[in-house]
C-alpha cells in the first residue's frame, strides 16, 4: 500500500509554463470569485438604481450572475477555434486578462442595473478568451502518461484563487470603509472591486512575462475542427467528447445552483454573509486539495472510472442542499459536493485531451468548458426561478441532472488509456 502512496504523491514533471499559467489563473480566480458573492451584496445594497425590469431581487441576481456564463460559453468554440486556426494561445491569453481588470475596474461606476448587466457581459466576453487558450496550453504541454497530474495541477491552483475570495469577499465588504494613506475613504464595494482589478493586472503580468506557446501549436495549426455529436466510431451512439461536455454541463448547473440563493439561505440557516462565503468555499477547498492527487491517480488507473464515481457522488450531495438546516452541514454538503467534482473535472479534461489530435486542443476541449460554463450560467438562473415555488425544489431539480449525467456517461463513455494499473487492495503493500 505504501508503495501506491508514494506512486501517487510523488513529484512528476510539471512544464514551468504550466505552473505560471497556473499561478495566474489562480490570481484572476481570486478578483473574479470575489465578485460572484459581492454582486449580490451590491445589487441588495441600496446604491443600486434604475429599472430592475420588475423582477425580484433573486432573478435579477441570478440574471447578472448568469450572463456572464452564457456569453464566456457561447464565445468559447470560436475563440478556441480561432486559437487552433492561428496556432497561438498566448495572445489570446492576454486579451482576456486585459478585459477582465478594465471590466472590473468599471464596477466602481456602475450604478444601475444596465451597467452591471452591460460590464458582467463584457467580463464574459473577456473570459471565453482565456479559458479555452489556457486549456490547450496545458493540454499541449502535457503528454498521455501525465495530462491528468498536469491538469489537476492546473486546476488546483486555479482553484485556490477561485475558493480563496468567496472566504474573504464578504468580510472585505462588511469592514469597510477604509482609509488610504492618502486620505481618500474608500467604501467595501469599492474596495473588493480593486481587489479584483489587481488580480487581474497581476496575471495579466505573470503571462507576458513567463508563458510562451509550444512550437508544436504554430506547426499543428490549422487541423480539422469539426465537432461531432454521435460517435464515428459505432461504438456508442453519442461522441464521447460531445457526452462529457454534456456531463459537465449538468454538473455544473448542479453545483451552481447555490450562488443565486445566498438571501434564502441565510435567513433559512440564519446566518451571515461570512458563513455564507464559507460554504460557498466548501466546494472550492474539496477540489483544492483533491484535483491534483485525483488526476494524477487517472494517470494510472484510468479516467472513466473516477469520471463515473463522481457523476454518481454528486447525486446525494446536491438533494442533501435543500434539506439541511445547520450552517454546519451545509459547510459539509458542499464539501462533499466538491469531492464529487473533482473526480470528474480532471479526468474529463485529460480523457478529452487523450482524444483530441495535435492541432485540436482549444476546439475539442471548448466543449467541455464550454458547457461548464453553460452550466454555470444556467445554475443561478435556474435556481432564482426555482426557489419561488420552494427551498428544495432547486436541488431536487439538480439531482434530476446529476441522475441523468452519471448514466450518460456510464453509457457513452469508454477508456482511453492502452494500460491502466491495477486498482490498489487496501493492505497489500
Known amino acids: 500500500m505504501r508503495g501506491v502512496v ?8 510539471v512544464d514551468r509554463r504550466v505552473l505560471a499559467l497556473a499561478g495566474a489563473r489562480m490570481a484572476d480566480g481570486i478578483g473574479n470569485s470575489f465578485l460572484i458573492i459581492v454582486i449580490p451584496l451590491y445589487v441588495t445594497s ?20 448568469s450572463l456572464f456564463g452564457f456569453l464566456n460559453s457561447s464565445f468559447q468554440p470560436f475563440t478556441g477555434r480561432l486559437s487552433d486556426r492561428l496556432g497561438r494561445r498566448k495572445p489570446f491569453i492576454l486579451i482576456g486578462l486585459a478585459g477582465l481588470a478594465l471590466t472590473n475596474a468599471a464596477y466602481v461606476f456602475a450604478e444601475t442595473y444596465v451597467s452591471l448587466l452591460v460590464i458582467r457581459g463584457l467580463q464574459g466576453v473577456s ?3 482565456i479559458i479555452p487558450s489556457s486549456v490547450a496550453l ?20 486555479r482553484l ?7 472566504a474573504v469577499a464578504g468580510a472585505v465588504v462588511n469592514l469597510g470603509p477604509y482609509t488610504l494613506p492618502s486620505g481618500i475613504l474608500v467604501n467595501g464595494f469599492d474596495a473588493a472591486f480593486y481587489i479584483a482589478t489587481v488580480a487581474a493586472t497581476t496575471s495579466y503580468a ?4 513567463l508563458v510562451s506557446d509550444p512550437e508544436s501549436t504554430a506547426a499543428n495549426a490549422g487541423a480539422d475542427l469539426s465537432i461531432p455529436i454521435l460517435d464515428r466510431s459505432g461504438t456508442n451512439l453519442l461522441d464521447p467528447i460531445f457526452t462529457l461536455g454534456v456531463a459537465s454541463f449538468f454538473m455544473a448547473t448542479s453545483i451552481a445552483l447555490f450562488a443565486t440563493l445566498q438571501p434564502q439561505v ?5 446566518q451571515g454573509a461570512t458563513w455564507f462565503g464559507l460554504q460557498f468555499a466548501a466546494f472550492i477547498i474539496a477540489q483544492v486539495a483533491l484535483q491534483t492527487p485525483i488526476g494524477r491517480a487517472c494517470d494510472l488507473y484510468g479516467r472513466r472510472p473516477f469520471i463515473v464515481a463522481g457523476m454518481v457522488f454528486l447525486v446525494p450531495t446536491t438533494l442533501a442542499q435543500g434539506f439541511i438546516m445547520s450552517s454546519v452541514l451545509m459547510f459539509l454538503a458542499r464539501l462533499f459536493q466538491g469531492i464529487a467534482a473533482a473526480m470528474v473535472f480532471a479526468p474529463s479534461l485529460a480523457l478529452a485531451g487523450d482524444l483530441a489530435g495535435e492541432g485540436e486542443s482549444g476546439s475539442k476541449l471548448s466543449i467541455l468548458t464550454m458547457a461548464f460554463g453553460y452550466g454555470i450560467a444556467a445554475g443561478p438562473l435556474s435556481s432564482g426561478a426555482l426557489v419561488r415555488f420552494d427551498f428544495e425544489t432547486p436541488f431536487v431539480f439538480g439531482t ?5 449525467g452519471a448514466i450518460l456517461v456510464y453509457t457513452q463513455v469508454e477508456e482511453t488509456l492502452e494500460t491502466t494499473a491495477s486498482m490498489p487492495i487496501v493492505g497489500s503493500d
Open 6 to 13: 508514494d506512486q501517487l504523491v510523488a513529484p512528476f514533471a
Open 46 to 65: 441600496g446604491i443600486v438604481s434604475g429599472s430592475a425590469f420588475g423582477l425580484g431581487d433573486s432573478l435579477i441576481i441570478g440574471l447578472i450572475l
Open 127 to 129: 473570459v471565453a478568451f
Open 138 to 157: 496545458v493540454n499541449e504541454l502535457a503528454t498521455t502518461g501525465d495530462r491528468g497530474g498536469n491538469m489537476g495541477v492546473y486546476n488546483t491552483f
Open 160 to 166: 485556490i484563487g477561485f475558493g480563496a475570495g468567496p
Open 206 to 209: 505573470v503571462v507576458t512575462v
Open 266 to 270: 441565510n435567513a433559512r440557516l440564519e
Open 400 to 404: 434530476a441532472l446529476a441522475v441523468l
